[in-house]
């Protein structure tokens, strides 16, 4: 039974890493930045934040050019938030402030 929980969690895990780069090819970012997010909690690896960061950047990008919601944005810190990444606060602070210019609410 134990061979077969690791087996399920490695498929899972493998499967989280493609929806994670597969979206993020896409341009697909919402979903690659809510992947991105699990691996990261699941394991600390370097290239799951950096593929995190991205992925909320493209999104933020998406949100500015008016091709997703602004509403969007409020998760979007919230994900960003689930990091110890020190480069989160200037990312965190640069979407706070557009938003404040720009009337969007994110609390």
Request: aromatic share 12%; with cysteine; net charge positive.
């Amino acid at each position: 039974k134990q061979w077969y929980q690791r087996r399920v969690r490695g498929e899972s895990f493998s499967l989280l890493q493609l929806i994670a780069n597969d979206c993020y090819k896409m341009g697909q970012f919402y979903y690659s930045a809510k992947a991105f997010d699990v691996l990261e909690r699941l394991d600390p690896n370097p290239e799951y934040w950096e593929g995190k960061r991205g992925a909320c950047i493209g999104l933020f990008q998406q949100i500015i050019a008016g091709h997703e919601p602004r509403e969007t944005l409020r998760e979007i810190l919230a994900i960003l938030r689930n990091t110890g990444n020190p480069q989160v606060e200037y990312i965190i602070r640069i979407m706070k402030k557009w938003a404040k210019d720009n009337r969007v609410s994110v609390t």
